[in-house]
C-alpha cells in the first residue's frame, strides 16, 4: 500500500473537505445512457410514414402478441436462435423476467411442472456480485435466493454443480455477459458447465439475462469478450428447454423507450405465449417497428452500437486510469471490455463507509451492498461503479473524490 | 315475426349461397379501429424534439415507474381522480389488470389481506355479456368466474349484493360504460349500490375497465351516457379502497402503440407501487410524452373522439338501420351511444348456428358464446357485433348477409 506512505488521514480530510465546499450534486447510482448516447437515436423517430410491418399488419393496430417479424428477426440474431423462438415485448426486458418467473411460480415452466409457488421454498441461484433488480423479483415472487461467488470466468461452477443436486433449487438468475456489476463474461466452459450439469429439478430454468450483449467498448474483436450461445450449448446437451434468454434496447435506444424480447426453446416459447393469452393483445408494435427499421440487422446494431462506445469508452478509461494511479494495492477492480459497470472491490469493511462518504461530498453512488441479497455484502467490499451517465467533466470531479474516500475509509478502518 | 311470412326457407337459401359465391372475406371478430381511425393520430408521431417532461426528466431516459407528471394528469382528469392516484403504464390496459390481479393473488390487495390464491376457490363476479378477456384472465390466475346477468341499467344488483355475502367472492371484474359488448352504462344507482354494499370479503376490489370513457358515438350531451365516478362514489360511502380504475388510449390513438393506466386510492396505488418495484425501471416515458403532447387536457380528447365518432358513427347507424328493418320482432340488440359493439340477441339457439353461416360465407364474427365465461351461452343467443373495423361499404355487405344468416337459423330451429 505504498500509495498511503506519503499521505496522512489529515492531509486527505483537508482535500476531502475542499472538495465538499464544492457543493456539487452527482448522481453516480444507476446505469444509464448519458444525453449524447440518447441523441444518436434521434432517427429512430423518425417513422412517420409506412406502418405496415412485413407481415402486412399496421403495427397501429391491435396485432400478434409474440410480437412483428422483423422485430423477431432482430433479436433472434442478437440472441442466436430462429425468429419463431422469440418473443418481442413492450419497452423492459426486466417486465419480460419477472412475467416468465411469474408463471413459473403460478404455472410451473411446462404443462405439468409443480408451480413453484406450492413448494416450500423454491431457490434461485444468483451468482453474485450481481444486480440488484433481479434479487429484488426473486423476493417479491416469494423465490428464496442462494448467492455463488463468480471468478474471472463466470459463477463458482464446482458450487453451482453440488448446489443443482437439491431439487428445490429451481433455477438461477444471471447477467453472463459484462456482468452487472462483475463486468465478467462468463467462459466458454462456464456456458457448457451449465447447460450440461445434471439438475435435481427437471424444471431447472436458467434466467439469462443477456442486456449486454452488443454492449462492447472497442471496436476490435481481440479487445471484445466473446460469449458462448446458451441455447445451442443447452440444446446440445439434450437440455434445451433449460434456458430462457433475455435482452433489449434499452442501452442501444432509449432506455426509457425501448424494446425487449425473450428466447427460448419452441416448448418454452408455446408456453409463454399460451399463458400470455389473456395478459394482453399485443405489445407496442409501433415502438418495434421503429426500431427494427432503425437496425435492421447485426451490422447496423454494430454500427451503432460503436457510436455508443465511442462516448462511453473515455469514460470508463478515465475511471480505470485514476483508480489504477490512486489506489494500486489498496484495493482491486474489474477491467470490464464492454457493459455499464466497474465492479470495485474496498478493503474489507470499507464499502459502506465510502458510499457514504461521496454521498457527504454530493456524489450519490448505488448504495454498498446492492449487488448482493438483501443488500448483505459479507465483506462490506463491493462498490457498483456507473460511468456512463455523468458528462466526462463531472465524471472527472467524482474520479477526485472517490479515491480520497477510499483512502480516507481505508485508514479509518486501520486506526 | 312479420317479416318472415313473406320469405321462404328455400328463398332465403337461395340469397345466401349467392351471397357466399362473392366469394368475400371479411373480418369483423374484433374490436379494432379501422385505418381511417388511426390516421387521426398521425400528428401525435411528430415528438421528434423536447423530451423533457415537466419534471425536467429525459423521458427516453429511465425514469420514474409510475409515469411522467403530464401523463399522470391526462389519465387522472379521464377518470376522475387526482393524477397522484394514477400509475400510467405501457400499451395494454389488459396488462395493467392483469398484473393487479395476479398480484391480489400472489400477495393480497393490500398489506396483510390473505393472498387469493391461499384460498380455495376465490370467486369474482362478472357480469354477462361480457368481455372474454377478463373470463380468460380470471381463468389463467385460478379465480372462478360467476356469471352475473346484465340489464340496461347495469348488472343484477340484487343478485350481486346476495353474493358478495360469501366470503369468498372476492371482487368483480365489468366494462361499466358502453360495455363490451352489452353497451350498457352503469346507471349512478348502480354505482351507488356496488360502492355502498356490504361484502363479506374486507378485501373485496371491482376491476372497473372504463376502456370506453371518452368513446362517445354523439357530440350532444343529451345523446350519450354519464358515468357516474365510481372512486367518489367508493370513497363517499366509506370504501374507498374497493375500486381499481383502469383505460387507455387504445382506440383514441393506436390500438397497437396507445399508453394505459390505472386509479385508484392512495392506498391502493402505493401497494401496486410497492410490488412494481423490481418488475421493471419504467415502462414507456417516450410514448408517454407523446401522448400528453398530443391530448394534452379533456378539450383535446373531445375533439379527437368526435373525429372517431365521424368515421364510425355511420357504421353502427348501418348496422343498427338494417337490423331494425330485417329483424324487428325476430330479434333484439342493443342501441348503443358509445364504445365499440352492437350487443345482438338472435332467438334462443340460433347464436352459434348464424356464426358458422357467417364463416362459411366468408364473414368472420366473434365466436358465439364468446361473451360468456368458458364461451358458454346459455341461451346460445348472444352475438357481439364488432362494427369499426370493416369501411363501410364492407359493412354494407356484411349487413346483407348477417339476417339472412339469422332468419335462415331461426327457420332451420323452427324445423
Not at 454494430?302 to 473515455?314: D, G, N, Q, S
Request: proline residues 8%; charged residues 25%; negative net charge.
Amino acid at each position: 500500500m505504498n500509495m498511503m506512505n506519503n499521505e496522512t488521514l489529515d492531509g486527505l480530510r483537508a482535500r476531502y473537505e475542499a472538495f465538499k465546499a464544492r457543493g456539487l450534486k452527482l448522481d453516480m447510482s444507476r446505469g444509464k445512457p448519458d444525453a449524447a448516447q440518447l441523441e444518436l437515436s434521434r432517427p429512430m423517430l423518425d417513422l412517420r410514414d409506412g406502418f405496415l410491418s412485413e407481415d402486412g399488419t399496421d403495427t397501429r393496430n391491435y396485432g400478434d402478441p409474440l410480437g412483428i417479424p422483423e422485430a423477431r428477426r432482430l433479436f433472434g440474431a442478437l440472441l442466436g436462435v430462429d425468429p419463431a423462438q422469440v418473443i418481442v415485448g413492450g419497452s423492459a426486458s426486466l417486465n419480460l423476467i419477472f412475467d416468465a418467473l411469474t408463471r413459473a411460480v403460478l404455472h410451473g415452466p411446462l404443462p405439468g411442472d409443480t408451480p413453484w409457488g406450492k413448494l416450500p421454498g423454491a431457490k434461485i441461484l444468483c451468482p453474485v456480485p450481481g444486480y440488484d433488480w433481479h434479487f429484488g423479483m426473486c423476493d417479491t415472487l416469494g423465490l428464496e435466493v442462494v448467492p455463488v461467488p463468480t471468478y474471472d470466468d463466470g459463477p463458482d461452477m464446482d458450487m453451482i454443480e453440488s448446489l443443482v443436486r437439491d431439487p428445490a433449487v429451481k433455477g438461477m438468475i444471471c447477467v453472463p455477459m459484462y456482468g452487472n456489476p462483475s463486468g465478467v463474461t462468463y467462459s466458454d466452459e462456464t456456458v457448457d458447465r451449465l447447460a450440461r450439469m445434471d439438475t435435481a429439478a427437471p424444471d431447472f430454468r436458467i434466467i439469462w439475462d443477456n442486456a449486454y450483449c452488443a454492449h462492447h467498448l472497442y471496436p476490435e474483436a481481440e479487445r471484445r469478450d466473446h460469449l458462448k450461445n446458451m441455447y445451442a450449448a443447452c440444446a446440445a446437451a439434450g437440455h434445451e428447454d433449460r434456458v430462457l434468454m433475455f435482452t433489449s434496447t434499452s442501452k442501444m435506444t432509449f432506455a426509457g423507450g425501448g424494446v425487449s424480447s425473450m428466447a427460448a426453446s419452441p416448448r418454452n416459447i408455446a408456453r409463454q405465449a399460451a399463458l400470455m393469452t389473456y395478459q394482453l393483445v399485443c405489445y407496442d408494435k409501433v415502438n418495434q417497428l421503429r426500431h427494427a427499421r432503425f437496425l435492421p440487422d447485426l451490422a447496423a446494431v454494430e454500427a451503432h452500437m460503436m457510436k455508443h462506445a465511442a462516448i462511453i469508452r473515455p469514460k470508463f478509461e478515465l475511471v480505470l486510469e485514476v483508480l489504477e494511479r490512486e489506489l494500486s494495492g489498496l484495493a482491486r477492480w474489474s477491467k470490464p471490455r464492454g457493459g455499464y459497470f466497474i465492479c470495485f472491490y474496498a478493503p474489507k469493511g470499507c464499502a459502506k463507509r465510502i458510499v457514504q462518504l461521496c454521498a457527504e461530498a454530493g456524489v450519490t453512488l448505488t448504495p454498498a451492498g446492492s449487488p448482493y441479497p438483501h443488500g448483505y455484502d459479507p465483506d462490506d467490499s463491493v462498490i457498483r461503479i456507473a460511468p456512463t451517465y455523468p458528462p466526462l467533466e463531472e465524471l472527472r470531479q467524482v474520479m477526485e473524490l472517490f479515491p480520497l474516500a477510499v483512502k480516507i475509509a481505508a485508514m479509518e478502518m486501520r486506526n
